[in-house]
């Protein structure tokens, strides 16, 4: 959001933010250097969402201008959009859902779709989360990214450095890649660069007790570390995911020359082609990943040709510059 926000204020766009004050507040503030009009009230209601619905449309329509385009990042917002348009009247703002997720709950799913139909349409990360909304939304439009290059620092090394980052939780599925590296003949390493979450679904303690078993002092847990340097000295960035939305740490992979490995399912299948940009697997499947891990040699000429032609692509597709480009076509804007 906050990269999007600078690429249109760069295009001379005013982008303005409808928040509660707090930490996303201060952001703004410090990214895109404008005040946010914030929600009333010093914190989000606890105790209903249909409050914060009331409070933050509330909020947009104090500020409300004819041609306004609304993005809503949060799919409950189309809740209270009905109301929102028929007591803006003739006001002519079009308003876009950004769907960068994919529900995993079936009340989420069906809230989805019931409202889909009050926006004029819908912006997508990936055609897999597009089709949540499909044959509902009046328009939809399926736009990757955006990222950008992060620092991946090479060292030389004797081993294949193979990397998970992000949340350690059971939908990311990272039991999956550690079965399958501790099943290869040689001498790679699995680098964890993440922590759990603490909800429910947090499995980090699982991850550790498995990678530490199979793995001995080829897994490392590095736990959290700084983001400019998360994508540091590995040689290969792995998602075990098959319904992840899209999944930007495949395109920070590709920008910043780090070869990627994904399921032939999910967001993350639409960034890369096998054998061209990276490496595709069989979703779910240990032994296929343990394969396709086994045939990668960093070092080989194949790799580098992967690892250039996967960066071409990224630069073309997914700069934050041709990310708001996409982003204002879709909005109906001129360019």
């Given at each position: 959001m906050f990269m999007l926000a600078r690429a249109l204020?760069?295009?001379?766009f005013t982008v303005d933010?409808?928040?509660?004050?707090?930490?996303?507040?201060?952001?703004?503030?410090?990214?895109?250097?404008?005040?946010?009009?914030?929600?009333?009230?010093?914190?989000?209601?606890?105790?209903s969402k249909l409050k914060e619905n009331f409070i933050l449309w509330r909020s947009y329509r104090r500020n409300a201008a004819e041609f306004d385009r609304v993005v809503l990042f949060?799919?409950?917002?189309?809740?209270?959009?009905?109301?929102?348009?028929?007591?803006?009247?003739r006001n002519r703002a079009r308003f876009v859902l950004d769907l960068h997720d994919n529900l995993p709950g079936k009340r989420g799913l069906q809230l989805l779709r019931l409202?889909?139909?009050?926006?004029?349409?819908?912006?997508?990360?990936?055609?897999?989360?597009?089709?949540?909304?499909?044959?509902?939304?009046?328009?939809?439009?399926v736009i990757h990214?955006?990222?950008e290059a992060l620092s991946a620092v090479e060292q030389p090394s004797p081993f294949k450095r193979i990397g998970i980052l992000g949340r350690i939780v059971k939908e990311k599925h990272h039991l999956l890649l550690a079965e399958a590296i501790a099943g290869l003949n040689d001498e790679s390493v699995m680098i964890v660069r993440g922590s759990g979450d603490g909800s429910v679904n947090d499995n980090s303690d699982e991850v550790r007790a498995y990678g530490q078993a199979e793995l001995g002092n080829r897994f490392i847990d590095e736990g959290k570390v700084a983001p400019e340097r998360v994508l540091d000295n590995l040689d290969v960035v792995v998602v075990a995911n098959h319904r992840e939305p899209m999944g930007r740490t495949v395109l920070e992979a590709q920008l910043s020359?780090?070869?990627?490995?994904?399921?032939?399912?999910?967001?993350?299948?639409?960034?890369?082609?096998?054998?061209?940009?990276?490496?595709?697997?069989r979703a779910g499947d240990s032994n296929h990943l343990r394969e396709v891990l086994a045939s990668i040699d960093p070092a080989s000429?194949?790799?580098s040709e992967l690892r250039a032609r996967a960066l071409q692509q990224a630069?073309?597709?997914?700069?934050?510059?041709?990310?708001?480009?996409?982003y204002l076509s879709a909005l109906g804007a001129a360019l």
């Open positions: 204020k760069d295009r001379g933010l409808v928040c509660f004050p707090g930490t996303i507040e201060t952001q703004w503030q410090q990214q895109v250097g404008r005040s946010a009009l914030l929600a009333d009230g010093s914190a989000p209601p606890t105790e949060t799919y409950y917002l189309l809740v209270g959009l009905p109301l929102t348009r028929l007591l803006l009247g409202f889909a139909r009050s926006v004029h349409s819908v912006v997508a990360c990936s055609s897999f989360t597009a089709n949540q909304v499909a044959g509902l939304a009046p328009a939809v439009h990214g955006p990222a020359g780090v070869l990627v490995v994904v399921p032939d399912q999910g967001g993350s299948s639409e960034l890369v082609k096998d054998q061209e940009t990276g490496r595709v697997y000429d194949s790799a630069q073309d597709t997914v700069t934050p510059q041709s990310y708001a480009e996409h």
